[in-house]
Every structure is written in structure tokens, then in C-alpha cells.
């Protein structure tokens, strides 16, 4: 049901269009959704390529970027320009959604509390960075600054309430910490394309094993590799096809893990990053199983991304990662930093496949895209501006 009232919605985040990753996704399918319902919607993010226009409507969302420039820190950027262009937006909007882990948290905070509007946070989960005395400085100086905003919004949205339950984040504010699913959507699999990247990837008719996320440390892309060990022993014709940054400006994994790249290189697919979301149902489509090895996990869209194109999922047995198996019974879970297990339970899924195998539209009940944006939109309405 859509609203009976037009609101204006402001967006807090660093990064948005063109940038890619599972939280971009995430944002502009929401800001869009709630568009298309007749709702005007700003997005506030960073200039983060200086070749990008400074305004910007794309698909009916009004885009401003900010360049002063911004400062680079560890993942994220400091942007001076921030409090004048906020302070100017937020007069102009009827409520305020901003998406954690986020630099300027407490400063928002402090702008609304001065306007008289609320804030609702979607939590994209933890911050965790590689061990380092300045990685565990900045992590710690995010969660006090996350936690000033937190106890002034009236509302925070988790994934899960798995990954809530377990959120150092989002534990101290159970109480007023709803869950919403992701918003995902996903085209079908093109028969034609998936068998020709099936008879270009696979090997002598072996499976393929893909992996769709940033090659970095806490995603642990080292372990799915090192299962090639046991899963070798049964299909010594396997490879692994991974879709995504591996060379990430802000972290060494890539080259940590080189020795471990070579040992295994004959197996392994590299292709970057892809933005076409019909390559990546094609990609999931020719895939005989998706798996995430990562330590941790807030949810990670690519799972329900690659249910929806008729492919099983094998995730490691995280709080939130865990959900979308479990809610669905389309894959297995592993247990967290173990490439012994991890091995094992690919072997079990591609000994079985078919029984691990749903319906796209036994998927799209359980983790329903109309839903999710009306749930938005009722939170919205509860807490903008009377």
C-alpha cells in the first residue's frame, strides 16, 4: 500500500552511484522504490571521483555529491563541505535516513536534534578492520560516534534479528531496533549466456564453485581456496570463479594471500568487478554452488541473489550470514575459519544438489522486495516531520 503522504527523504551515506558494493545496492533500491510510490528523495554522499557531476537525478533520485575535497581515511573519506550541505538539506526534508557505519554519525545527530527531526539508522553491520593499533583507534572512534546518533534515533533496522542479537552495534538498542530484509531483486539467468560461461569456466565438465564479493581479509577468500584440498579429492576438476575487487586500494589481502593464489592458480577465475546485475544472474546461473567463507557476515545480499537464479548456497555459520539458508533451506553452512569443513560441506552440496534447490518463488516469499520498501515507507511516515 503506498503512503497517502508525499514525503521528503533525505539520505546519509559516503559512497553512491557509480560505486558498487552490496550496501550501494541496497540504498539505491530502496531510494528508488520509495521514488516510484511518489516520494522525492535526496541522497547526500561524497564526490569520491573528481569527474563526477556535483548534481545529478538518477532514476528519479536527486544525487548531491560533495567535493572540498574529501580527506581519505582507512575506507571512508572526511568531508569539510559536510556539516554546511546537511545543515542546508535537512531544513528542506521531512526525515532523515542515514546508513552505518558512517564518519559523520554523531554530526548528524547533532543537526537534527537543532531541526527537530529524526533520524532512522539502517545498520550495514560492524566495523571491523584488520588488527593495527590506528585500525583499532578508528574503530573504536566510529562506535562512540555511531553510539551519539543511536541514542537519539527513535528507530535502528537490522538485516536479522540474528546479526542484531549478536551486533555490538545494535545490542545496547535492542529495544527500538526493528528487522527488515534486504531489498533484493534479481533478473533470470539467460540460458544461452550461462552455458557459455559454463563451457568457458568449467573444466573438463567439473563444477563450478563461484564466490561474488570483495576480495578482503574478513571475508576470508583464503579458506575457500585452501578447501580445494578436500574438495580436489572428489572433483579434481573443480574451479573457483570469483566476481569481484581483489586488488583493494584500503587493505593488503590481496597480496597476503598471493602465495596461496599460485599454489591453487590452474583452479582459480578472476573476472573484477561486473555492475551488470543480467551478468551476475547469469554468473550465479552457471555456477553449481555460491559459497561465502567469510568470519563475518551481516547478511550478504549475493546468497539471495544467487537462490533467485536456481543456484544452492554454502555459507559459513555466522550470525546474519546465516539467515537466508536457514530461512530457506536452499544450501548448507560451514563452520566459521575452517577450510577442512568448509570443503566438506561443498562436496556435500554438490553431491546433492538437487536437494538443496527452491523455487524462485519460494525465495521471493521468504525475502519479498515489496514488502521490504513498504516497511520503509511506514517508518518513514511514523517518524518525519508532522
Known amino acids: 500500500m503506498t503512503s497517502s503522504r508525499k514525503l521528503k527523504i533525505l539520505i546519509c551515506l559516503l559512497y553512491y552511484l557509480p560505486h558498487r558494493t552490496g550496501m550501494q545496492l541496497y540504498i539505491q533500491r530502496i531510494a528508488e522504490a520509495l521514488v516510484k510510490r511518489g516520494h522525492d528523495v535526496t541522497v547526500l554522499c561524497v564526490r569520491h571521483r573528481p569527474e563526477l557531476p556535483k548534481h545529478e537525478m538518477i532514476n528519479g533520485v536527486k544525487v548531491i555529491r560533495l567535493w572540498s575535497p574529501p580527506i581519505p581515511i582507512s575506507r571512508g573519506m572526511i568531508m569539510p563541505a559536510y556539516p554546511f550541505a546537511l545543515f542546508k538539506q535537512m531544513r528542506q526534508h521531512d526525515v532523515v535516513s542515514v546508513h552505518t557505519p558512517m564518519l559523520e554519525t554523531a554530526l548528524i545527530g547533532l543537526i537534527a536534534r537543532l531541526l527537530g527531526r529524526n533520524v532512522i539508522i539502517t545498520h550495514h553491520g560492524d566495523l571491523l578492520l584488520p588488527k593495527g593499533v590506528m585500525n583499532r583507534f578508528i574503530q573504536g572512534t566510529m562506535f562512540i560516534l555511531y553510539r551519539l546518533l543511536a541514542m537519539q534515533s527513535p528507530r535502528l533496522i537490522a538485516y536479522t534479528q540474528d546479526y542484531a542479537d549478536h551486533s555490538y552495534y545494535l545490542r545496547p538498542f535492542l529495544h527500538k531496533t526493528m528487522v527488515i530484509h534486504p531489498p533484493i531483486t534479481m533478473p533470470l539467468p539467460n540460458?544461452?549466456?550461462?552455458?557459455?560461461?559454463?563451457?568457458?569456466?568449467?573444466?573438463?565438465?567439473?563444477?563450478?564453485?563461484?564466490?561474488?564479493?570483495?576480495?578482503?581479509?574478513?571475508?576470508?577468500?583464503?579458506?575457500?581456496?585452501?578447501?580445494?584440498?578436500?574438495?580436489?579429492?572428489?572433483?579434481?576438476?573443480?574451479?573457483?570463479?570469483?566476481?569481484?575487487?581483489?586488488?583493494?586500494?584500503?587493505?593488503?589481502?590481496?597480496?597476503?594471500?598471493?602465495?596461496?593464489?599460485?599454489?591453487?592458480?590452474?583452479?582459480?577465475?578472476?573476472?573484477?568487478?561486473?555492475?551488470?546485475?543480467?551478468?551476475?544472474?547469469?554468473?550465479?546461473?552457471?555456477?553449481?554452488?555460491?559459497?561465502?567463507?567469510?568470519?563475518?557476515?551481516?547478511?550478504?545480499?549475493?546468497?539471495?541473489?544467487?537462490?533467485?537464479?536456481?543456484?544452492?548456497?554454502?555459507?559459513?555459520?555466522?550470525?546474519?550470514?546465516?539467515?537466508?539458508?536457514?530461512?530457506?533451506?536452499?544450501?548448507?553452512?560451514?563452520?566459521?575459519?575452517?577450510?577442512?569443513?568448509?570443503?566438506?560441506?561443498?562436496?556435500?552440496?554438490l553431491d546433492n544438489r538437487a536437494n538443496f534447490i527452491r523455487s524462485r518463488a519460494e525465495i521471493e516469499t521468504v525475502f519479498s522486495f515489496d514488502e521490504t520498501v513498504a516497511q520503509y515507507e511506514t517508518v518513514f511516515e511514523e517518524f518525519a516531520r508532522k
Open 191 to 349: 540460458p544461452e549466456a550461462v552455458q557459455k560461461l559454463r563451457a568457458e569456466w568449467s573444466h573438463e565438465g567439473g563444477p563450478i564453485i563461484g564466490y561474488a564479493g570483495r576480495f578482503v581479509q574478513e571475508k576470508r577468500p583464503d579458506l575457500l581456496i585452501q578447501s580445494l584440498d578436500v574438495i580436489n579429492q572428489k572433483y579434481p576438476n573443480a574451479r573457483i570463479v570469483f566476481a569481484g575487487e581483489y586488488d583493494i586500494p584500503y587493505e593488503n589481502t590481496w597480496q597476503l594471500y598471493q602465495h596461496i593464489v599460485q599454489k591453487y592458480r590452474d583452479q582459480l577465475i578472476f573476472l573484477g568487478l561486473h555492475k551488470d546485475m543480467q551478468f551476475m544472474a547469469d554468473f550465479f546461473g552457471a555456477c553449481d554452488v555460491l559459497a561465502l567463507t567469510s568470519d563475518s557476515e551481516c547478511f550478504a545480499l549475493v546468497q539471495v541473489e544467487a537462490m533467485l537464479s536456481g543456484t544452492p548456497v554454502v555459507m559459513t555459520d555466522t550470525p546474519g550470514g546465516r539467515v537466508p539458508v536457514m530461512k530457506t533451506g536452499m544450501g548448507a553452512l560451514a563452520p566459521v575459519g575452517d577450510a577442512q569443513k568448509i570443503g566438506e560441506t561443498i562436496v556435500k552440496v
